[in-house]
T-cell receptor, first 113, second 115 residues
């Protein structure tokens, strides 16, 4: 039972354009969401997070949007840069489970020059 | 560099064997988390230790065990290994015990191959 789904295994975007990565979840009790980025041969690196009391959080070129009614969140990267090429993982957690992270399978983002 | 170290980087062993993976958290972090990532899958949470005590268990097999020592480093022991245990094993650390939403910092992982 996949509680967090990233339905696109890969995404290719032109440098300078907007990258939009999507994530869906099934557990309405999730109240905290995170995006991590992972380069080959390295561990995941925290990118940005959002609490369920918000619908948007922005950090530089990265913005996460949360649509609770649709149980959907997305990560926008504007403008996309070659260094953004990586695998992006969406993760979710809830206070009742001590914020144990449930992870999506990841989306490989490729930025084309 | 996240400040979390994991050894060894690669491990190749045979079915039925036992291995130990080691993790040193960032300086000052009290929590250690272990994750397993099989091919093209998301990370599966295995277990969480906080200041030497087990805090939460996820999808950890009975053949696997872990502990966190007084110096806060942690070891993940995998025994009676099977082919399906081949995966990347990540360790992460965080400042607190997960009561808040503190960031987890990941090590580079140990790639385990069971032949």
């Amino acid at each position: 039972d996949q509680q967090v789904k990233q339905n696109s295994p890969s995404l290719s975007v032109q440098e300078g354009r907007i990258s939009i990565l999507n994530c869906d979840y099934t557990n309405s009790m999730f109240d905290y969401f995170l995006w991590y980025k992972k380069y080959p041969a390295e561990g995941p690196t925290f990118l940005i997070s959002i609490s369920s009391i918000k619908d948007k959080n922005e950090d530089g070129r990265f913005t996460v949007f949360l649509n609770k009614s649709a149980k959907h969140l997305s990560l926008h990267i504007v403008p996309s840069q070659p260094g953004d090429s990586a695998v992006y993982f969406c993760a979710a957690s809830e206070m009742d489970s001590n914020y144990q992270l449930i992870w999506g399978a990841g989306t490989k983002l490729i930025i084309k020059p | 560099d996240s400040g979390v170290t994991q050894t060894p980087k690669h491990l190749i062993t045979a079915t039925g064997q036992r291995v130990t993976l080691r993790c040193s958290p960032r300086s000052g972090d009290l929590s250690v988390y272990w994750y397993q990532q099989s091919l093209d899958q998301g990370l599966q949470f295995l277990i969480h230790y906080y200041n030497g005590e087990e805090r939460a268990k996820g999808n950890i097999l009975e053949r696997f065990s872990a502990q966190q020592f007084p110096d806060l480093h942690s070891e993940l022991n995998l025994s009676s290994l099977e082919l399906g245990d081949s995966a990347l094993y990540f360790c992460a650390s965080s400042v607190t015990g997960g009561l808040g939403t503190d960031t987890q910092y990941f090590g580079p992982g140990t790639r385990l191959t069971v032949l």
